[in-house]
């Protein structure tokens, strides 16, 4: 059974910088899209980013463009999210997700996920 585990949130004072990663096992993630989503308090799952499995295409939403960039490394079966210039509404919870069927800014299209790793960013 696949499962991923991301790592690297914490606390992060605005402007700074953070890296983010997610560890895939029990699959391989060369066979599957991979993306990032977040979830701020109150609010629902939020898409970030992903990367197509097949031509490394990214794509970003709105709100990460120019800050955030996605990155898999199929060899090691993990991605990662670099994110900088964070601001205080980028806190959230950030997930990994793998394996996506229809829309894949839509979290309801994505089939694994991991636990999520928290991300603040202090005013």
């Known amino acids: 059974q696949a499962q991923l585990v991301e790592s690297g949130g914490g606390l992060v004072q605005t402007g700074g910088s953070l890296r983010l990663s997610c560890a895939a096992s029990?699959?391989?993630?060369?066979?599957?899209?991979v993306a990032w989503f977040r979830q701020a308090p109150g609010k629902g799952r939020e898409f970030v980013a992903m990367m197509n499995w097949n031509d490394y295409v990214a794509r970003y939403a709105e709100s990460a463009k120019g800050r955030f960039t996605i990155a898999r490394n199929n060899a090691e079966n993990t991605a990662s999210l670099r994110m900088s210039s964070l601001k205080p509404e980028d806190t959230a919870v950030y997930y990994c997700?793998?394996?996506?069927?229809?829309?894949?800014?839509?979290?309801?299209?994505?089939?694994?996920w991991g636990q999520g790793t928290q991300v603040t960013v202090s005013s």
């Open positions: 997700a793998a394996y996506s069927t229809g829309r894949s800014d839509l979290p309801e299209a994505w089939h694994c």
């Open positions: 029990g699959t391989r993630f060369s066979d599957y899209s």
